[in-house]
């Protein structure tokens, strides 16, 4: 059927590839390392930013939207943020093209248009968005200042992966403005909530919040908070992040407000994102060697009807008995498909939907309606059951929240099963390439120290877990004094 | 109040551009050309978005991502596109910027990370998306493929206007593909009818629907339809157009599919779009020297609700009171808003939401309570009236939607006393500066002739009107024979 995938045991990198492009979900571009997300992909895609959208809204928060090109200039003004983006920026030049006097039906650089101050394509939109905000915010009323942008940015990766890694992503960046530390805090870490919430119980995917050590920090931040999650393969995955900028970008701007006290003072910032990366993070959590497992919750699909029939005559009983459940269903705000398409056999659109992953598959036949059943297969355990045809919406939506469940606990009990305490350098060593996940371990604090078990192994601290337990021990790389354990994993 | 406007008797471009800023619905950017979105703005653009994404679903269409970077060789392939938009492109040359050395905390465009194709910033995506249909029509039950983006392109125009004309503007493209013709033909038709319902429903404004003159045609189609608004002074505006493409982009791009009959063809093509344009065709249609009026159907707030009280003890009735009143309307689906703050007078709230266009008004006080009514203003007309709380609700339901009809009733009473029949060229020139609008006058069918009327009036041909009546007469300019009267306007 040319849709068999690698396994995951055989090559995990190789099968999500494959996964990616024969699931529909996106195509490699013409443009280096940007993709297309295809209409599969992309539906996926508008479920979760509607879930999140909500939750924005419902957290206080609007949308707007702010100009793709940042000027040089601009992201100069905060030191750590040009820092850390001014390596993988699309830079444009110039404004116009024209023919080529050479060469007919060719077009080249106008030399003439040439920009007096090179543009940005904004990689995060921190510069561009507090440049306005300096005009918008003048006094204590103006504040808090609550904004989203779904927006695409573009950071210059040298190698890239559909979804996890391209040049070109979509995102929602929120950013925010204080009149006092606390709030900003509190927004920072409320956000981070809003993000566990949603991958938990929407991606069906645990998530460990954390706060990042000051070398993992976003650019110009003072404070990371990050959501991890762990993939099948036992490498973790940063989910989602949410930053306190303190002060940082308010004073590169210069943007103050007149207190309640009539004093000026300067304003405290937070943003926070997350990408069309969680598409990766999804596919690499669930799926299986047969194709994409989608939570039911944001499934672009959650139930596909199939008959099976010979002739007319055994096709109209079908079409009434799938009639009625579909109506009973779409009543209930599930949506489904009937694929009575003559192209293919029943066999080739069973394959088809599992490697889709649509949770819900229902086939319908001759025995079936003499029996009164309809034969339902879930997408997550494959298990096939007959059901009684009456009632079996009722039964479906059920199954559906069984489904969801199911997935989340399964990453759960997948997740707590690749918490490793260790104590010692080797174990850490062995633990790291013979187990995976995450690998819990006193660390002395030191960037020094952080570097070097990167550089001897490729794990990097993933996050210092809030609410961290204080612990006295020894660094299990330096062995000098450290007063909790944190978590390291090899990580996308 | 610092909120007055400029009139549109004294100046209509002066109080459109005050309108957009103090509005909230835009803001200028540090960026030549681009515009910020603020939060009111991007509201109104997302309700038009919703509407507009489920008429599109609706009729079959699904959404995808493409690139935001066009390979300059891929704009070079349809000749007449490229004409069409090299002269104002967005040329991006590299990849990464580095430390100046010369000056400590600059940044410049690093030399070495020269791209060695330009890629220019998406003006619209008929060539890269093809590039991408190659890979995905095989055979003809590929076709149609009816997908459809949300993106946001760059044309770099030297005069822009907030909404109307800015160098990053956010929009629609649909890119459709067919086995025949007739069946791109109908798409194109189908879509130009979309735009209609919408913008006539929902943006509450009359559109004529044509076709464009070849000299207007969109760079690379063979056929441009196009929808034309006509804006309280008297000029046009294009609201929203649909090409047929014919062969050219698979042509271009070598996409062809397998027939039924086992042939290799060419793919047929539609692209439409509408865009941010559309807010600035709305705004110029139904505002007024108070501000904008928008219409019930897609304004970002329906009812407002302001409190007119003394003391705490009054606020505790006229909250009782309102609190019933809202939810009565929010269960009917009716955004409303309680503006209770303290900060500010009632006066200034009913100034200010006169200027933010909210379509009604409600304010409640003591002697309302008192005599069991509410005060009701509507921001169309500006009737105020008192209305029985009791069924409040019911009441306003039914004015929003009168408010609605109204807005339609009165742009289309002004469109259609805007559309004058001219039989000589001095009528022509006197009535396109005295009373404005539509001209309906013969003309020649020359480019010639389209040309010397627009030098010498600024004038241009909108629309040859779907359905026009064939008439004999001979052409306003060159006294040549004509088959038929086309409309022509200044316009926006």
């Known amino acids: 059927m040319g849709n068999e995938l690698t396994t995951r045991a055989a090559d995990y990198s190789q099968w999500y590839n494959e996964l990616v492009l024969k699931g529909g979900l996106a195509d490699h571009s013409a443009v280096r390392g940007c993709m297309v997300i ?117 950071r210059w990766e040298m190698r890239t992966r559909l979804f996890l890694r391209t040049a070109e992503f979509l995102w929602q960046e929120g950013h925010t403005a204080h009149a006092t530390s606390e709030e900003a805090i509190v927004e920072a870490e409320k956000m981070l909530q809003v993000y566990a919430d949603f991958v938990e119980n929407y991606m069906a995917l645990p998530v460990i919040k954390g706060r990042k050590t000051p070398t993992e920090r976003f650019a110009g931040a003072l404070e990371t908070y990050c959501i991890e999650a762990l993939m099948q393969d036992g490498k973790a995955l940063q989910a989602g992040t949410s930053h306190f900028l303190g002060q940082n970008f308010a004073k590169a701007f210069d943007v103050k407000y007149l207190t309640k006290e009539n004093k000026q003072e300067f304003v405290w910032a937070t943003s926070w994102g997350v990408s069309t990366r969680l598409i990766g993070a999804l596919v690499m959590a669930h799926s299986d060697d047969e194709g994409l497992v989608l939570p039911p919750r944001i499934a672009p699909l959650q139930v596909v009807i199939v008959p099976i029939y010979k002739g007319p005559e055994q096709k109209a009983l079908v079409d009434e008995k799938v009639n009625v459940i579909i109506a009973s269903l779409k009543s209930s705000g599930v949506t489904v498909k009937y694929d009575d398409s003559e192209n293919q056999r029943p066999g080739w659109k069973f394959a088809e939907y599992e490697l889709k992953g649509v949770p819900v598959r229902i086939a319908i036949g001759q025995k079936d309606i003499e029996n009164g059943v309809v034969e339902i297969a879930r997408r997550d355990t494959k298990e096939k059951k007959s059901v009684p045809a009456e009632g079996v919406s009722d039964y479906i939506i059920n199954l559906l929240e069984e489904i969801q469940q199911n997935l989340y606990n399964r990453a759960l009990a997948h997740r707590d099963n690749h918490i490793t305490e260790v104590n010692s350098w080797d174990e850490f060593k062995s633990m790291l390439t013979e187990k995976g996940g995450f690998i819990s371990a006193h660390w002395d604090g030191t960037a020094e120290t952080e570097e070097k078990i990167k550089e001897e192994t490729k794990a990097t601290i993933r996050c210092i877990p809030l609410n961290n337990a204080a612990q006295d021990g020894s660094c299990v790389y330096s062995g000098k004094p450290s007063t909790q354990r944190v978590l390291f994993a090899l990580a996308y």
Chains 1, 2 share one sequence.
Request: aromatic letters at 12%.
């Open 38 to 154: 295809k209409p599969y992909g992309y539906a996926l895609w508008e479920n979760m930013r509607d879930v999140l959208d909500k939750m924005f809204k419902d957290t206080g928060h609007v949308n707007a939207y702010f100009p793709l090109f940042v000027p040089k200039s601009f992201l100069e003004k905060e030191e750590g943020h040009a820092e850390g983006f001014a390596k993988e920026c699309a830079v444009v030049t110039h404004y116009r093209l024209k023919n080529d006097p050479s060469q007919k039906g060719k077009l080249i650089v106008d030399p003439e248009a040439k920009l007096e101050e090179e543009l940005i394509v904004r990689p995060t939109s921190e510069a561009i968005i507090w440049n306005a905000y300096k005009d918008w915010i003048k006094s204590y009323r103006d504040l808090p200042l609550l904004i989203n942008q779904w927006a695409n940015v573009v």
